[in-house]
């Protein structure tokens, strides 16, 4: 079965978000200037895109999805373009047909790369790119 890689679920989607509140907590805590703004307003995105991210899996040829408790389903025809985010690594995209909450694309975190250094060799979206040009 193809699914995000459990390690990485867990470092991308709950200990990162952790790591950049404790930055936002640290500026917070002196009292609020305007000046804060500027590194407060990117910890804060970055804390509810990484809260934000999916787990991915493909258990018998279907793609479901999970944020929080409930697993959704995805067609195959319904998925217009997926790749890899030029942010984060280990992080790829789906960009659907319809409007995905809140960022317009359902980003979710990828499987074992099976490159040792750089990007390239994700089986899961190798096996969804495969199924949706075919």
């Known amino acids: 079965m193809l ?23 640290v500026f917070w805590s ?3 200037r305007w ?5 407060l307003v990117p910890l804060i995105l970055g804390i509810l895109f990484h809260a934000s991210l999916a787990v991915l899996e493909i258990p018998d040829g279907t793609v479901r999805y999970r944020r ?3 697993w959704r389903r995805v067609a195959y025809e ?10 984060v690594f280990g992080i790829g995209y789906l960009r659907l047909k319809r409007f995905v ?14 490159k040792l250094f750089g990007r390239g060799a994700y089986p899961l979206l190798r096996y969804i ?3 949706v040009e075919g």
Do not use: C, M
């Open 30 to 32: 002196v009292g609020f």
């Open 35 to 39: 000046a804060q703004l500027i590194f």
């Open 129 to 131: 790119q495969k199924r």
């Open 3 to 25: 699914r995000s890689h459990p390690s990485s679920v867990f470092v991308l989607k709950y200990y990162a978000p952790l790591i950049l509140f404790g930055g936002a907590f």
């Open 68 to 70: 929080l408790l409930r």
């Open 78 to 87: 319904e998925i217009v373009e997926s790749g890899t985010s030029w942010v």
């Open 101 to 114: 909450f809140p960022w317009g694309k359902l980003y979710f975190v990828l499987d074992q790369n099976e």
